[in-house]
């Protein structure tokens, strides 16, 4: 679809809405402005859109915004659409003319909130299941790369290195302690604490 169908699509569906250039152009940033003016400027020349320049600023008088709308002829009987909706919830949709009312924001928040929230529990579902997967596993493998015992001993240290270990959920698993030897020669054993899920020195 080219730049100027995409263009019609895009005002059909704001009717009867005026859109500053700086919508315009967020809306269809991938474009290249040069190039969207441009066909914007045929359209109003086609007599699709009509252009209008904005009253001044009496706060800022050096700017001036230009907005487009679809013409009455060019939007014809198609619909025109009274409410917004986002993910589900609808909310109002103000329409040229209207006053926004304070219930306007207020609902808009709400909807967000809604969003927000659905969003956030279906994320917490889904780590659930993921979860409930990873703890139905048959097994854990957890990597022991390396455990280091201090035993004070006459004043000497002893450093050990161990294996990995394999633990099964819900089953209290104790592998026979290995024993090794501090620098001195005085021999040692490393015993598993079930309640404490650690080595000890005995």
Not at 56 to 63: D, E, G, I, K, V
Not at 84 to 109: F, H, Q, T, W, Y
Not at 116 to 138: V, Y
Request: proline content about 6%.
């Amino acid at each position: 679809m080219n730049i100027k169908d995409r263009l019609k699509i895009y005002f059909y569906d704001r009717a009867p809405n005026s859109l500053l250039e700086e919508h315009i152009l967020l809306a269809f940033s991938e474009v290249q402005p040069s190039l969207l003016l441009e066909q914007l400027s045929e359209l109003a020349d086609e007599g699709f859109l009509l252009a209008e320049v904005m009253p001044p600023n009496q706060r800022c008088p050096a700017l001036q915004r230009k907005t487009y709308r679809i013409t009455g002829e060019s939007l014809g009987d198609y619909p025109i659409s009274t409410e917004i909706e986002a993910a589900g919830i609808k909310v109002p949709r103000l329409i040229d003319g209207d006053r926004a009312r304070a219930e306007d924001v207020n609902s808009l928040i709400h909807a967000v909130n809604r969003i927000i929230d659905a969003n956030t529990k279906q994320l917490e579902h889904r780590m659930e299941e993921q979860n409930q997967k990873i703890l139905g596993s048959p097994y854990y493998y957890f990597r022991l790369v390396r455990v280091v015992v201090f035993h004070h001993h006459r004043g000497r240290e002893a450093s050990l290195v161990c294996g990995g270990a394999v633990l099964v959920p819900n089953v209290t698993f104790v592998p026979k302690p290995p024993e090794y030897r501090t620098l001195d020669g005085c021999s040692i054993a490393l015993c598993m604490a079930p309640s404490q899920n650690s080595w000890q020195v005995t």
